[in-house]
């Protein structure tokens, strides 16, 4: 709650400064037009210069705002997608079981797609992980492949 109550007053302050530049430079240009002496030509440009720093500093905190709350958004829904898919553990075996049903509907379709999946399955036989496994327990029953943990087979990565 104090986040977005924080978040609330600094866009109001970063609006009323914006509102308060305008003027600001307003005074500035009115003071130029009229103004006869060089003295009072750069005082008159400082206070344009001031205007248009306090108008950028002010329009940079909105994008930095608008920044944040994209990326809380993304964030968000990156949670809300993911959250779902849990592993199963399977009795007797040293793995645990993924279903693709209990992902998101927005995971099961980017899986789902032709291209995803051939760009995902790439990087598995890039990985060459098939080959490493069978070198490595060519020897291994199915028995003792299921019991055997993942993690230990990671290590041939």
Known sequence: MSFHFSNTLLGFINFLTFLFSIPIIIVGVLVTKSSVTECGLSSDKTLIGIGV??????????????????????????????????????????????????????????????QNWNDIKSCIVDSKICSSYENKYHNDTIQMFFKESIESYSAIL
């Open 53 to 114: 720093a306090i108008m950028i500093v002010s329009l940079a905190s909105f994008g930095i705002l608008i920044l944040i709350l994209l990326g809380l958004g993304f964030s968000g829904f990156s949670y809300a997608v993911s959250r779902k898919g849990t592993a199963e553990t399977l009795p007797g075996k040293g793995y645990k079981e993924y279903k693709l049903e209990k992902y998101s509907i927005v995971i099961q379709k980017a899986i789902n797609e032709t």
